[in-house]
């Protein structure tokens, strides 16, 4: 079983930027790949940025360019930089961890608005 634990989220105004942060609690968390989607109201789940165990990226189109993904393995954290942030960045984000079986975070509530 592994937690996963997201922090970072907020109102900001547009234009502006937010760090969302994800803490997982695995001692093997580099053999998970890790993903950060959203959900705004009555809309699907989306993914927006993913990193492989191995580092490798991939992003939504409409983020490619404003959002960055990243991981920690010492600190078992990944992370979503995001810039330029536009109203319609706003939703839920989800933390997610896949390897044998897929993980959830409990979301972060990110608010982009003047």
């Known amino acids: 079983q592994v937690q996963l634990v997201e922090s970072g989220g907020g109102l900001v105004q547009p234009g502006g930027s937010l760090r969302l942060a994800c803490a997982a609690s695995?001692?093997?968390?580099?053999?998970?790949?890790m993903g950060w989607y959203r959900q705004a109201p009555g809309k699907q789940r989306e993914l927006v940025a993913v990193i492989s165990s191995g580092g490798t990226t991939n992003y939504k189109d409409s983020v490619k360019d404003r959002f960055t993904i990243s991981r920690d393995n010492a600190k078992n954290m990944v992370y979503l930089q995001m810039n330029s942030l536009r109203p319609e960045d706003t939703a839920v984000y989800y933390c997610?961890?896949?390897?044998?079986?897929?993980?959830w975070g409990q979301g972060a509530q990110v608010t982009v608005s003047s």
């Open positions: 997610n961890a896949a390897w044998l079986r897929p993980y």
């Open positions: 695995t001692s093997i968390f580099r053999n998970y790949d």
